[in-house]
T-cell receptor, first 113, second 115 residues
Framework: KQEVTQIPAALSVPEGENLVLNCSFT??????LQWFRQDPGKGLTSLLL?????REQTSGRLNASLDKSSGRSTLYIAASQPGDSATYLC????????????FGAGTRLAVHP | DVKVTQSSRYLVKRTGEKVFLECVQD?????MFWYRQDPGLGLRLIYF???????EKGDIPEGYSVSREKKERFSLILESASTNQTSMYLC??????????????FGQGTRLTVV
């Protein structure tokens, strides 16, 4: 059964720092891994989807990597800004298919000026 | 852009009421999902649908039912609302991919309070 773990649970950094958020999963036979952002009281916004055939995916200041053999993905945020403050969630597909996603508990990020 | 729209941002209902949460997507996606999100428990799958009139139970289906009469619309029904169903409800959709692995898109969430 797929299990997804995220560390750290919370992170507080000054503006301008480069950050790494970690996500680990137990079933390495995944087809993809997706990173989301959630602002308080809001829905989830898709940030990046990494297919199993890829090792990295980039969007602006965000870079996500996927290492299936070690069961890990990382989300790198360059030059963090206060507007990056949110909860970041990773999700991997359930082994049974249909794109059912198993979510990590999230990393709550606070970037202060 | 893919749009997943949930009919209400906030709802307050009374215990015992029948509650309908509606979700509509505009990208002709085959898969649609209902999750609930609670502090300390994360996101948990209630039901999902992979085609019109097709549905499968997720991890916590008790007390809920769903309806998918049209491809773009997926409804979550609380048959008799209870206070332990107070939560944030999130709808999502995704296309079917092969061998698997397509991007999921979420609505803005419905904060339901049962009093």
């Amino acid at each position: 059964k797929q299990e997804v773990t995220q560390i750290p649970a919370a992170l507080s950094v000054p503006e301008g720092e480069n950050l790494v958020l970690n996500c680990s999963f137990t079933d390495s036979a995944i087809y993809n891994l997706q990173w989301f952002r959630q602002d308080p009281g809001k829905g989830l916004t898709s940030l990046l989807l990494i297919q199993s055939s890829q090792r990295e995916q980039t969007s602006g200041r965000l870079n996500a990597s996927l290492d299936k053999s070690s069961g890990r993905s990382t989300l790198y945020i360059a030059a963090s800004q206060p507007g990056d403050s949110a909860t970041y969630l990773c999700a991997a597909p359930f082994s049974g298919g249909y794109n059912k996603l198993i979510f990590g508990a999230g990393t709550r990020l606070a970037v202060h000026p | 852009d893919v749009k997943v729209t949930q009919s209400s941002r906030y709802l307050v209902k009374r215990t015992g009421e029948k509650v309908f949460l509606e979700c509509v997507q505009d990208m002709d996606h085959e898969n649609m999902f209902w999750y609930r999100q609670d502090p300390g428990l994360g996101l948990r799958l209630i039901y999902f649908s992979y085609d019109v009139k097709m549905k499968e139970k997720g991890d916590i289906p008790e007390g809920y039912s769903v309806s998918r009469e049209k491809k773009e619309r997926f409804s979550l029904i609380l048959e008799s609302a209870s206070t332990n169903q107070t939560s944030m409800y999130l709808c999502a959709s995704s296309p079917t991919g092969w061998p698997g692995g397509t991007e999921a898109f979420f609505g803005q969430g419905t904060r339901l309070t049962v009093v």
